[in-house]
């Protein structure tokens, strides 16, 4: 069986009701408010951007990263 690196990206799309004097402000209320919570919530849409057949260097490669990135984890927990 071949290992694939499959890339699918994500948009998603969140609206939020501020109260503020001008654009600017209710701009900076947003990302502020938005950054108090995780949204998982709302609408989302997927599509594919590649497919590319690993190779045995690229399969050590990515093996290596996240294994490095397990560690860290670890270490942040």
């Known amino acids: 069986m071949k290992t694939y690196q499959v ?9 939020l009701t501020v109260e503020a004097d001008n654009d600017d402000q209710a701009e900076d209320i947003a ?5 108090r919570y995780e949204h998982e919530n709302g609408d989302a ?5 590649s497919i590319s057949e690993m190779d045995e260097e690229n399969l050590e490669i990515a ?3 996240i294994s ?3 560690e860290q984890e670890g270490e942040i927990k």
């Not at 890339?7 to 609206?15: A, G, P, Q």
């Not at 990302?31 to 950054?35: A, G």
Request: net charge negative; no cysteine; charged share 40%.
């Open 7 to 15: 890339e699918l990206k994500r948009v998603s799309y969140v609206t």
């Open 31 to 35: 990302w502020k408010e938005l950054e």
């Open 45 to 49: 849409e997927w599509s594919l951007e």
């Open 63 to 65: 093996i290596d990263d």
């Open 68 to 70: 490095h990135i397990n």
